[in-house]
């Protein structure tokens, strides 16, 4: 069975960094897409943050462009996400997705249990 396991959140100030991570267990697949959602306080949806393809560039949320930086490990199945300048209204949930394909190139989207990231002074 597949788990997404995050690890990284935790309290910054304005302007400081954080780095997450996030492992994909188990076998039998290949990663078609991995990366990162956040949910605001008050949020009643989860927003793309930064994504990762099996090939091409990663996509990134306008408010994160040049601030955040996503990065893979495929030996270990792992996507970092490297925060700068973080911001208070970065303040979120920050939850793991994966798509990942079975033997038969059939899709499931796993999310992983998503970590707090506070930003505040």
């Known amino acids: 069975q597949v788990q997404l396991l995050e690890s990284g959140g935790g309290s910054r100030q304005p302007g400081e960094s954080l780095n997450l991570s996030c492992s994909a267990s188990g076998r039998g697949y290949t990663i078609n897409k991995m990366g990162w959602y956040r949910q605001s306080p008050g949020a009643e949806q989860r927003e793309l943050v930064a994504l990762m393809f099996g090939r091409g560039r990663p996509n990134y949320a306008e408010s994160v462009k040049g601030r955040f930086s996503i990065s893979k490990d495929n030996t270990k199945n792992t996507v970092y996400l490297e925060m700068n300048n973080l911001k208070r209204e970065d303040t979120a949930v920050y939850y793991c997705?994966?798509?990942?394909?079975?033997?038969?190139?059939?899709?499931?989207?796993?999310w992983g249990q998503g970590t707090q990231v506070t930003v505040s002074s």
């Open positions: 997705y994966a798509d990942l394909l079975d033997g038969r190139l059939r899709g499931s989207d796993y």
